[in-house]
């Protein structure tokens, strides 16, 4: 069975620019959860999405935004790109909601914002 | 609010030994399911074990148990016999049953695994 798979693994843009980052969760997994990692906060939840409705949101700004396609494959959006965007950004797919469910992360998209 | 506390920036163990990750936490969810994972230096997050807060046994997965003590808030890793491929950073986290049903990770600690 097919892991998390997140594409592209790297990513360099320029402050300003926006950026689309994309999860495909395990074939069958239909929660997907989005993170951002930094040296400073750590892991940081983003947002959660199930059956394509976003059921939780992180404190991050509104530059930040997702989507759930009817595939369970998920797309996350910055906009308007900052230096301190820069980060992993790891997705996360699980079955269910439910907390007995465990989350499998991908390998993670390197964005570097220069 | 939730809050997950690794206390261990480093540790360092030898090969062959076991070695114990330190995991406390806070919650006021009655419900909630504790993780670990490991995330080697290309940065994939691998899940290695879940104990949920009901349940009566500690959780094991092959070399890794999570040592649980509900009333004292804490669910430390435990990896016997250490491999150099245990080199890793080990996160602990927390989700919990009701409201947002995030994981919450603590800072994570570096393990370096000594032939």
């Known amino acids: 069975k097919a892991g998390v798979t997140q594409t592209p693994r790297y990513l360099i843009k320029t402050r300003g620019q926006q950026v689309t980052l994309s999860c495909s969760p395990i074939s069958g997994h239909r929660s997907v959860s989005w993170y951002q990692q930094t040296p400073g906060q750590g892991l940081q939840f983003l947002f959660e999405y199930f059956s394509e409705t976003q059921r939780n949101k992180g404190n991050f700004p509104g530059r930040f935004s997702g989507r759930q396609f009817s595939n369970s494959r998920s797309e996350m959006n910055v906009s308007t790109l900052e230096l301190g965007d820069s980060a992993l950004y790891l997705c996360?797919?699980?079955?269910?909601?439910?907390?007995?469910?465990?989350?499998?992360f991908g390998p993670g998209t390197r964005l570097t914002v220069t | 609010a939730q809050k997950i506390t690794q206390t261990q920036p480093g540790m360092f163990v030898q090969e062959k030994e076991a070695v114990t990750l330190d995991c406390t936490y806070d919650?006021?969810?009655?419900?909630?399911?504790l993780f670990w994972y490991k995330q080697p230096s290309s940065g994939e997050m691998i899940f290695l074990i879940y104990?949920?807060?009901?349940?009566?046994q500690n959780a094991t997965e092959g070399r890794y148990s999570l040592n649980f003590q509900k009333a004292r808030k804490s669910a430390n890793l435990v990896i016997s016999a250490s491999q150099l491929g245990d080199s890793a950073m080990y996160f602990c986290?927390?989700?919990?049953?009701?409201?947002?049903?995030?994981?919450?990770f603590g800072s994570g600690t570096r393990l370096q695994v000594q032939p």
């Open positions: 919650t006021s969810d009655p419900s909630y399911g």
């Open positions: 986290a927390m989700r919990q049953d009701t409201g947002r049903r995030a994981l919450t």
């Open positions: 996360a797919s699980s079955l269910a909601r439910a907390t007995s469910y465990e989350q499998y």
């Open positions: 104990q949920g807060s009901y349940d009566q």
